[in-house]
């Protein structure tokens, strides 16, 4: 079994920021890419930002200098900073992870948490 779980959601106003934190535990052998998507009320989920093994990242246009994704390996944990935050960032955030669970796996599975609320007022 592997968890997945996001922390540092809540209520912020408008130009504030907040870090979210995400966690992966149980049976990982390693893990590749690590990222963060979020479901705005009433749309469907969309990617926020990536970032893989090597340390590269990629973001939606829309938080591109606004955000960092960065990651901790040893810690097996990716964090989402998001400054400057805007009403239009209200979502669901949710954390995905690309696990490989054996040493002899052949396949990476992706792995998502339950998602932490993040909401942005005027």
């Known amino acids: 079994q592997v968890q997945v779980v996001e922390s540092g959601g809540g209520l912020v106003q408008a130009g504030g920021s907040l870090r979210l934190s995400c966690a992966a535990s149980g049976s990982i052998f390693s893990i590749n890419a690590m990222g963060w998507y979020r479901r705005p009320p009433g749309k469907q989920r969309e990617l926020v930002a990536t970032?893989?093994?090597?340390?590269?990242?990629n973001y939606a246009d829309s938080v591109k200098g606004r955000f960092t994704i960065s990651r901790d390996s040893a810690k097996k944990t990716v964090y989402l900073q998001m400054d400057s935050l805007k009403p239009e960032d209200t979502a669901v955030y949710y954390c995905?992870?690309?696990?490989?669970?054996?040493?002899?796996?052949?396949?990476?599975?992706?792995?998502w948490g339950q998602g932490t609320q993040v909401t942005v007022s005027s």
């Open positions: 970032i893989i093994s090597g340390g590269s990242t």
């Open positions: 995905a992870v690309d696990v490989r669970r054996y040493p002899d796996s052949t396949y990476w599975i992706q792995e």
